[in-house]
């Protein structure tokens, strides 16, 4: 039998909602970034909720310990440092974040750093900004992502630190195969028109509880309107929608 989860207790089975972009594009100055963005999830502004989202994401609590230190509230790893002001030896952007991951990784609670995996560098006038997103036997986790910010002087100036050091999952091969999760989700949000996009990746979802091997599903259909994502359980064999978002 299924679980079916919400905010507090153990989950299972598909949570769909708008994506709201602005969460994958932090922005720096840096007091700005902290504010906004010290956990990704307090990037999410308030919309209007379609009949068709229910549930909501876990949303890790943090707490502010000095003037430029965020860290959980569960166990008390940084999250987000600012002013960090810690010089690396020059080389490309991705090698002097990886110095410096290797350097603090005990201290930021990063268990493993092959766990991590290099996504992207954005440089401009400032410096640049050095993404790695966090795998699970090789399947990524979703949406955590560890930002390192460097100067133009080849100094860390701020950190943005998701990793999750307790993350396991009991398998990496779904029950529930990509086409089947993709049309159960298509099937409750009612998409017809055009597709503009079409995405099924496999990825670990963190809940309050536990990790799942799920699917991503992502949309934008002609109908209904909006840039959708479901996340459906690897495991749930009904495939039911019981959690929506």
Known sequence: MDRVFKAGRTMRGIRIHKTNLGLMNFRFPLVLALALVATSAWAQKPAERSPLEIGEDYVESISQIGPNTFISDVDGTPRALSQVNYSVRPDSPQAMAEQYLSDHAPALRISSLTDLEYRSTRSGLAGHNVRFRQTVDGVPLWVPETVINIDNQNRVQFVLNEFRSDVSVPGVIPVVGASAARQAAFDHLGVSGDLFTDETTLIVYQTQDEALLAWSIRGVPGSPIGDWEAIID????????????
């Open 234 to 245: 690897g495991f749930s064999a009904s495939r039911s929608i019981v959690l929506a978002k």
